[in-house]
């Protein structure tokens, strides 16, 4: 798990070598970040790992991603978290939900802006599920982190999911219905409605409930 913001190691993981080039340059440009490595899917990734030590893997499943999702199956267990960037025309495909099957545990769009990338690269580095909230509300339930104790969660609406992420944030009700063009009752009908889905009595611990089922949207 890494100690700090500050030495985030990143193996990034493409067969296109386009992607692969484009994602090295955004990552190299962000601090606190180092690039420990590049390869293909189908490249000794073992002896990279070995080699390189990185903390997180950026995997990015390109335009056909089925051979991509058979080789990260294979490796799942000898990699260090996997961030998955999966194809904006497959998300109604289910091929989220493969690449979690897999073994990733942070799901983001292709297309996934360069500070939610980096976020959500230093939340996998420090343990951390992270998905993004197109993929959540059907990954919640059916794939979940193992929590044995855990009670089970309802299924939340993609505005209740908009609602939680604002709530993780701090936000009051007020500036959640303000950031959404809502009324603050609508808020806190949501709000009631993520407290009883979550079994949580506060806003606190809906979040921390929220983390422990595996959701945290960036």
Not at 97 to 104: I, L, S
Not at 123 to 150: C, I, K, M, T, W
Request: charged letters at 20%.
């Amino acid at each position: 798990m890494v100690a700090s913001l500050q030495d985030l190691r990143i193996l990034i993981v493409a067969d296109d070598l386009l992607a692969r080039g484009g994602l090295a340059a955004l990552v190299r440009e962000q601090p606190g970040c180092e690039i420990a490595g590049q390869a293909a899917s189908q490249a000794d990734l073992r002896a990279d790992i070995d080699a390189s030590r990185p903390d997180v893997v950026l995997w990015d499943l390109g335009w056909d991603p089925a051979r991509s999702l058979e080789r990260l199956g294979e490796l799942a267990g000898d990699l260090p978290p996997v961030l998955a960037l999966v194809p904006a025309d497959t998300r109604e495909a289910g091929m989220a939900m493969q690449a979690w099957r897999a073994g990733a545990r942070g799901l983001l769009p292709r297309d996934a802006q360069a500070g939610t990338l980096l976020a959500a690269l230093h939340a996998l580095g420090r343990g951390l599920v992270v998905l993004d909230a197109a993929f959540a509300g059907d990954l919640l339930l059916s794939a979940q982190p193992e929590n044995v104790g855990e009670r089970p969660v309802e299924n939340l609406t993609p505005r209740e999911l908009e609602v939680l992420q604002l709530l993780a944030e701090g936000l009051p009700n007020k500036a959640i219905a303000k950031r959404l063009g809502v009324s603050d009752h609508t808020i806190k009908f949501h709000v009631n409605a993520i407290l009883g889905k979550l079994g949580a009595q506060s806003r606190t611990e809906a979040v921390v409930r929220a983390t422990r089922v595996g959701l945290i949207v960036l």
